[in-house]
């Protein structure tokens, strides 16, 4: 099984990079599964039905998120009832939405870090163990573990190697270079990075979040509208009888 893991999308030009590159991806790479982050799609904070809608029909089959997908209200009902739209699944009981899909030959569980991250949160790993238990016979199981703390990612893939076939890391918009198998088979890279402006700071205006770091004011800022995008992603190969990831590699490109 063929999995492409899509990194935050930023905003506007995220969503156009998107629909621009992916369903050629999926074509050329014969793509089983696609997963994106979501959170930032909808002007770089949060996600609207609307926007979802864009990235579904531009091909991701799965959406998960983070911290910003509650910014807008009309997201809880959709979370409520769209199955393939995640929300972290270590929020307390009672949330809005799930934090697992079944579906497709595969499953994917959302969970979010507690180190640096707002929200009290329930315990990512015991979350883990506890979908992990509901989820027998269900052999590819990938996990977007979306958080702040490189440590508390590399911990999780450690603590889940062999358990599930990928771990990847999102959140921070700035892809890593240390994708790679842990030893009893689970492909893991702390961050993915993001699908959006190249020019920017993790995707937001450079003069606005240099002015906010100067002055420690809350000024907002907002997304870059102009290219070019940068699209970051990994490729995840899995062994769907085993559940055993066989490779993982950086899909990166620049877009114009």
């Known amino acids: 099984m063929k999995v492409l893991v899509v990194g935050d999308v930023v905003g506007k030009l995220g969503r156009q990079a ?41 091909g991701a089959d799965i959406i998960t998120s983070g911290n910003h997908i509650w910014a807008y209200r009309d997201i809880y009902a959709y979370l409520d ?37 707002p929200g009290d949160l329930d315990c990512p790993f015991r979350a883990a163990d506890q979908a992990l238990a509901q989820l027998e016979g269900s052999p590819v199981i990938v996990v ?8 508390e990612k590399v911990a999780l893939a450690w603590y889940l190697d062999g358990r599930v076939s990928a771990v990847v890391g999102t959140h921070t918009h700035v892809s890593t270079a240390d994708a790679r198998i842990l030893p009893k088979g689970t492909a893991y890279v702390t961050d993915v990075g993001m699908v959006g402006p190249r020019d920017s700071v993790i995707g937001m205006g450079v003069e606005e979040v240099i002015q906010r770091f100067l002055t420690q004011l809350p000024n907002p ?14 490729l995840i190969e899995v062994d769907d009888v085993s559940g055993h990831a066989t490779s993982i590699q950086r899909l990166d490109q620049e877009v114009p």
């Open 18 to 58: 998107v629909a621009r590159l992916l369903p050629h991806l999926k074509r050329s790479l014969g793509l089983d599964l696609v997963i994106a982050n979501g959170e930032n799609a909808a002007g770089g904070k949060g996600l609207t039905p609307a926007t979802a809608q864009e990235l579904f029909q531009a």
């Open 144 to 151: 977007d573990m979306h958080g702040e703390a490189t440590s």
């Open 81 to 117: 009832s769209e199955p393939r739209l995640l929300r972290p699944l270590n929020y307390p009981l009672g949330s809005p939405g799930s934090g697992v899909y079944r579906g497709r030959g595969v499953a994917v569980i959302n969970l979010m870090g507690r180190v640096f991250m």
């Open 221 to 234: 800022f907002s997304p870059v509208g102009r290219g070019p995008a940068i699209f970051n992603s990994v």
